[in-house]
T-cell receptor, first 114, second 114 residues
Framework: GENVEQHPSTLSVQEGDSAVIKCTYS??????FPWYKQELGKRPQLIID?????GEKKDQRIAVTLNKTAKHFSLHITETQPEDSAVYFC?????????????FGQGTELSVKP | DSGVTQTPKHLITATGQRVTLRCSPR?????VYWYQQSLDQGLQFLIQ???????AKGNILERFSAQQFPDLHSELNLSSLELGDSALYFC?????????????FGPGTRLTVT
């Protein structure tokens, strides 16, 4: 069935360091891969996404890479700041086959220490 | 603010009861998705409606049902509530799944079953 594995479950870095979160998906029909940031008790917020026809996308300090052959995608945050501390979720979706429902990874709790 | 609204914010009820959660999508969005977030299950897709019709279904319990009305707002009905139904329930909306991929989440309804 559809599954998204996300690692690590917790990540602690020093302010200014980089953070990398990795996800693997199982459904080869997946063609859209968003990343969400969720602060405690709040809604998931879309921070970046990538479609299957692109290998990499960057937005300021955040970048996402996609390897369709290996069914891997990753989130890279550079120059981390304390306000980056939150839970990050990756997700995979098959827009054409399944209407766009998101299958989420288990989440990564990122802690950025000043 | 994503433009997606959900009511109520909090709901406390007893086992065996029935509740209704309401979601209004962003202006212009035709598609509504419901997700459940619990500590042990993470973020899970429940059901999707597009322009009033059910489009996709996840692992939604038979005790749960949903509908989307002509004005595009959606309601999620949860009946015969159990302690394990305590969770955050989010709805998300998107314009048209096949052309616009992004889903924006509402603030959620926190359901506590006692």
């Amino acid at each position: 069935g559809e599954n998204v594995e996300q690692h690590p479950s917790t990540l602690s870095v020093q302010e200014g360091d980089s953070a990398v979160i990795k996800c693997t998906y199982s459904d080869s029909a997946s063609n859209y891969f968003p990343w969400y940031k969720q602060e405690l008790g709040k809604r998931p917020q879309l921070i970046i996404d990538i479609r299957s026809n692109v290998g990499e996308k960057k937005d300021q300090r955040i970048a996402v890479t996609l390897n369709k052959t290996a069914k891997h995608f990753s989130l890279h945050i550079t120059e981390t700041q304390p306000e980056d501390s939150a839970v990050y979720f990756c997700a995979a979706s098959s827009i054409y086959n399944q209407g766009g429902k998101l299958i989420f990874g288990q989440g990564t709790e990122l802690s950025v220490k000043p | 603010d994503s433009g997606v609204t959900q009511t109520p914010k909090h709901l406390i009820t007893a086992t065996g009861q029935r509740v209704t959660l309401r979601c209004s999508p962003r202006s212009g969005d035709l598609s509504v998705y419901w997700y459940q977030q619990s500590l042990d299950q993470g973020l899970q897709f429940l059901i999707q409606y597009y322009n009033g019709e059910e489009r996709a279904k996840g692992n939604i319990l038979e005790r749960f049902s949903a509908q989307q009305f002509p004005d595009l707002h959606s309601e999620l009905n949860l009946s015969s509530l159990e302690l394990g139904d305590s969770a955050l329930y989010f709805c998300a909306s998107s314009v048209v799944p096949s052309t616009t991929y992004e889903q924006y989440f509402g603030p959620g309804t926190r359901l506590t079953v006692t």
